[in-house]
Nanobody
Framework: QVQLVESGGGLVQAGGALRLSCAAAGSIFSVNTMGWYRQAPGKQRELVATISSVHTTNYADSVKGRFTISRDNAKNTVYLQMNSLKPEDTAVYYC??????????????WGQGTQVTVSS
């Protein structure tokens, strides 16, 4: 089994910054693409950013220039540095990872979600 454990959410004023972390743990052979998604109340879950195992990144237009995704392959951990936060960034943030399990195949896993609230 694989678990993704997130941390770093909270309440911040507009213009502020937060850093999210997500660590994958369990029977892991290797981790493929990792990413962050978010879901605001009444809206569908949307992509925020992804990063491949060789550190190729992809961002939603709404966060380009403000958010930075990174990863530490040795720790199976992905980070999301969020700067210049806006009230519209308020959402539950979920991390995801494509994981090759020891003795098995690859599957997609999700974290439990962490709340980010940006006040105006």
């Amino acid at each position: 089994q694989v678990q993704l454990v997130e941390s770093g959410g909270g309440l911040v004023q507009a213009g502020g910054a937060l850093r999210l972390s997500c660590a994958a743990a369990g029977s892991i052979f290797s981790v493929n693409t990792m990413g962050w998604y978010r879901q605001a109340p009444g809206k569908q879950r949307e992509l925020v950013a992804t990063i491949s195992s060789v550190h190729t990144t992809n961002y939603a237009d709404s966060v380009k220039g403000r958010f930075t995704i990174s990863r530490d392959n040795a720790k199976n951990t992905v980070y999301l540095q969020m700067n210049s936060l806006k009230p519209e960034d308020t959402a539950v943030y979920y991390c995801s990872a494509g994981v090759w399990v020891v003795g098995g195949g690859m599957d997609d896993y999700w974290g439990q979600g962490t709340q980010v609230t940006v006040s105006s």
